[in-house]
Nanobody, 121 residues
């Protein structure tokens, strides 16, 4: 129906930067809000950053001033620019999107499989 595919993860040293991408494809009528979540080993998945269809953003306190979420509505893609990375940012990062599916009256939420980010020297 709808697929979300993340990319851009990898190994980076503390203080470094990475840019994650998540592209939505499939039976899409409209993509509303999009977000990035992360899950570290042994911890619950938590919100990192969120962006509405109009471009309003909000961030977890732990990443404010370091991470920036943005989107390309024409490409149904959301990005996460991560700067000044810390070891505690190590996690699997998952994309989430609220999608109005073609021929549906309701918005459904979809998840990507995740991309791993490791911050280590």
């Amino acid at each position: 129906q709808v697929q979300l595919v993340e990319s851009g993860g990898g190994l980076v040293q503390p203080g470094g930067s990475l840019r994650l991408s998540c592209a939505a494809s499939g039976s899409i009528s409209r993509v509303n809000a999009m977000a990035w979540y992360r899950q570290a080993p042994g911890k619950q998945r938590g919100l990192v950053a969120h962006i509405t269809g109009a471009g309003t953003t909000n961030y977890a306190d732990s990443v404010k001033g370091r991470f920036t979420i943005s989107r390309d509505n024409a490409q149904n893609t959301v990005y996460l620019q991560m700067n000044s990375l810390k070891p505690e940012d190590t996690a699997v990062y998952h994309c989430n999107a609220a999608v109005l599916v073609i021929s549906s009256d309701y918005v459904n939420y979809f998840w990507g499989k995740g991309t791993k980010v490791t911050v280590s020297s």
